[in-house]
């Protein structure tokens, strides 16, 4: 089988991450184009990837026939943009997550790539995660018992470098890891934001999210912390796990009442390789339902009912899914 050619739009960090997981697929992957606005990032992207065409035009991208699939690395309110001319050159699409800033935008992506056929994958890269995937066959176990709540602390550290939003950025990782550990969406979302504005800078956000049969997530992110942290727990009525990111060799632990906590085995892989790996292999059998659009399009309602609570003064938003794809929001 030949391998997939691919195309990474965006050369910032993350987006030089991901040209470089991709290339190291050699026998998977051909990387053909690196595109990019900026002259200095077009410059390092030409360095890391000699054998690889840079350009500044999408449209050299999307003409090019041994382009398969394209991967989408710029920021976030160019997704939607992007990601369409993309689908409608009918290539497939791996965006960097979230899969757009608005429900009508991730919908309209998935229904694009949809209608032609096309492998549509976010980069919610933890449920690539062996720990998580350790969890969920724990839940699945009835380790945990019933499950009751998630609770999440995902802080990033550094000064100010550039507006946005941590609740926007950060808080994709937590709410895609709770609908999927959940296996739900919630029915309402009440957030506050600190220093939200009409540019949509908030450096900490806070979300709580209610589900119909009484479980709850409270989510918390965080920028420009003095410490990193990517923590999660998940309690049942049995026991208690919780997920560290950050520390490897003991990723997962489970804590039962009367007894320490142990350290919880899992396999050890690198979660960023094998969701590129997963992309890579889906695209190459047109495997369309491989990939993670419609989870993705979950967590962008998620994301904008969290706003629009924000907006509100904390007001909860109650999601209101009519036809099991679209979604419009209410006052809970």
Same mark, same amino acid.
């Given at each position: 089988?030949?391998?997939?050619?691919?195309? =990474?739009?965006?050369?910032?960090?993350?987006?030089?991450?991901?040209?470089?997981?991709?290339?190291?697929?050699?026998?998977?992957?051909?990387?053909?184009?690196?595109?990019?606005?900026?002259?200095?990032?077009?410059?390092?992207?030409?360095?890391?990837?000699?054998?690889?065409?840079?350009?500044?035009?999408?449209?050299?991208?999307?003409?090019?026939?041994?382009?398969?699939?394209?991967?989408?690395?710029?920021?976030?309110?160019?997704?939607?943009? =992007?990601?369409?001319?993309? &689908?409608?050159?009918? *290539?497939?699409?791996?965006?960097? *997550?979230?899969?757009?800033?608005?429900?009508?935008?991730?919908?309209?992506? %998935?229904?694009?790539?949809?209608?032609?056929?096309?492998?549509?994958?976010?980069?919610?890269?933890?449920?690539?995660?062996?720990?998580?995937?350790?969890?969920?066959?724990?839940?699945?176990?009835?380790?945990?018992?019933?499950?009751?709540?998630?609770?999440?602390?995902?802080?990033?550290?550094?000064?100010?470098?550039?507006?946005?939003?941590?609740?926007?950025?950060?808080?994709?990782?937590?709410?895609?890891?709770?609908?999927?550990?959940?296996?739900?969406?919630?029915?309402?979302?009440?957030?506050?934001?600190?220093?939200?504005?009409?540019?949509?800078?908030?450096?900490?956000?806070?979300?709580?999210?209610?589900?119909?049969?009484? *479980?709850?997530?409270?989510?918390?992110?965080?920028?420009?912390?003095?410490?990193?942290?990517?923590?999660?727990?998940?309690?049942?009525?049995?026991?208690?796990?919780?997920?560290?990111? &950050?520390?490897?060799?003991?990723?997962?632990?489970?804590?039962?009442?009367?007894?320490?906590?142990?350290? =919880?085995?899992?396999?050890?892989?690198?979660?960023?390789?094998?969701? %590129?790996?997963?992309?890579?292999? %889906?695209?190459?059998?047109?495997?369309?339902?491989?990939?993670?659009?419609?989870?993705?399009?979950?967590?962008?309602?998620?994301?904008?009912?969290?706003?629009?609570?924000?907006?509100?003064?904390?007001?909860?938003?109650?999601?209101?899914?009519?036809?099991?794809?679209?979604?419009?929001?209410?006052?809970?």
């Amino acid at each position: 089988m030949s391998p997939v050619g691919i195309a =990474v739009v965006g050369a910032g960090p993350w987006g030089l991450t991901l040209a470089r997981a991709f290339a190291s697929l050699e026998q998977q992957v051909e990387l053909h184009w690196i595109c990019e606005l900026d002259g200095e990032r077009r410059a390092r992207a030409a360095a890391a990837h000699p054998r690889a065409r840079i350009t500044d035009t999408l449209d050299d991208v999307v003409a090019d026939p041994e382009v398969t699939a394209v991967v989408v690395a710029v920021e976030a309110a160019r997704h939607h943009a =992007v990601g369409m001319q993309a &689908l409608l050159a009918r *290539k497939h699409l791996f965006v960097e *997550k979230p899969l757009a800033l608005r429900t009508h935008d991730a919908e309209e992506l %998935c229904a694009t790539a949809g209608a032609r056929g096309l492998v549509l994958t976010v980069g919610h890269l933890l449920l690539h995660h062996p720990a998580i995937a350790r969890a969920q066959q724990m839940l699945g176990e009835g380790v945990l018992g019933e499950p009751l709540y998630f609770e999440s602390r995902r802080m990033t550290t550094g000064a100010p470098r550039k507006p946005g939003s941590a609740w926007w950025s950060l808080a994709p990782h937590d709410v895609s890891l709770v609908i999927h550990l959940f296996g739900a969406l919630p029915l309402t979302v009440t957030a506050a934001g600190g220093a939200w504005d009409e540019a949509g800078e908030d450096n900490v956000a806070s979300a709580v999210l209610g589900f119909e049969d009484g *479980k709850t997530a409270h989510i918390h992110v965080g920028r420009f912390a003095d410490e990193k942290r990517r923590e999660v727990l998940l309690a049942g009525t049995r026991a208690t796990l919780t997920f560290d990111e &950050l520390h490897p060799d003991r990723a997962l632990r489970l804590s039962t009442p009367g007894h320490e906590s142990a350290v =919880v085995a899992c396999e050890r892989r690198d979660a960023l390789l094998a969701q %590129c790996r997963h992309f890579a292999a %889906c695209v190459a059998r047109d495997d369309r339902h491989g990939g993670n659009g419609p989870h993705a399009a979950h967590v962008a309602r998620v994301l904008e009912a969290g706003e629009r609570s924000m907006r509100s003064s904390g007001a909860a938003q109650r999601l209101v899914v009519s036809d099991g794809r679209r979604a419009s929001f209410e006052a809970a």
